[in-house]
């Protein structure tokens, strides 16, 4: 089956620091990558659709110059998440559309200090 | 708007018993896919079972089925024969054309020995 990656998949930063997050997909190209982030014990929640060329759609309440998104080639995504607070802290899983079908990758855990 | 609703927060079951867990949706779309994903501790996300509005059948793979009754608006994950590795959270998940996931609040199976 298809694979992503994502890396680093554990992160621990200071706060006011930036971090980028990488999601690759590793044996075929997508067009649209997503980003979701799932709060402890909690569902995953959509952020945003990460459009190849072009800027990402972000969901409501989704500070689009807190959460930086790009998509830079066909199998990769970044998610910079800028000036990173304790609040944060969370764990953050891409899924990448091929045709039809989505994979998702391990997922990162961010913990913000 | 697109709902997904798990009403269980936690499940228990004996080992080698069925289990069913439950998952209503609401959409207006005519088209829409419903899936069933499992995520242990370590984070990830495993794709188990999809459903399509349009399939006659219930879907079956493997241990797991999924009795889809659309008048009903509900798409149920059943697991026979319970294993311990099947302790696990479980996330119903709805797609509705977009390629955009919208998710369940999850239900945590504990397997007993």
């Known amino acids: 089956g298809a694979v992503v990656s994502q890396h680093p998949s554990r992160v621990i930063c200071k706060s006011g620091t930036s971090v980028k997050i990488e999601c690759r997909s590793l044996?075929?190209?997508?067009?649209?990558m997503f980003w979701y982030r799932q709060f402890p014990k909690k569902s995953l929640m959509l952020m945003a659709t990460?459009?190849?060329?072009?800027?990402?759609?972000?969901e409501q309440g989704v500070e689009k110059d807190k959460f930086l998104i790009n998509h830079a080639s066909l199998t990769l995504s970044t998610l910079t998440v800028t000036s990173a607070h304790p609040e944060d802290s969370s764990f953050y899983i891409c899924?990448?559309?091929?045709?039809?079908?989505?994979?998702f990758g391990p997922g990162t855990r961010l913990t913000v200090l | 708007a697109q709902k997904i609703t798990q009403t269980q927060p936690g499940m228990f079951v004996q080992e080698k018993e069925a289990v069913t867990l439950d998952c209503t949706y609401d959409?207006?779309?005519?088209?829409?896919?419903l899936f069933w994903y499992k995520q242990p501790s370590s984070g990830e996300m495993i794709f188990l079972i999809y459903q399509g509005s349009y399939d006659q059948q219930n879907a079956t793979e493997g241990r797991y089925s999924l009795n889809f009754q659309k008048a009903r608006k509900s798409a149920n994950l059943v697991i026979s024969a319970s294993q311990l590795g099947d302790s696990a959270m479980y996330f119903c998940?709805?797609?509705?054309?977009?390629?955009?996931?919208?998710f369940g609040t999850g239900t945590r199976l504990k397997v007993l020995a």
């Open positions: 959409t207006s779309d005519p088209s829409y896919g």
């Open positions: 044996d075929f190209q997508a067009t649209t």
């Open positions: 998940a709805m797609e509705g054309g977009t390629y955009k996931y919208i």
């Open positions: 899924s990448a559309r091929r045709e039809d079908e989505q994979f």
């Open positions: 990460s459009n190849e060329g072009s800027k990402a759609t972000y």
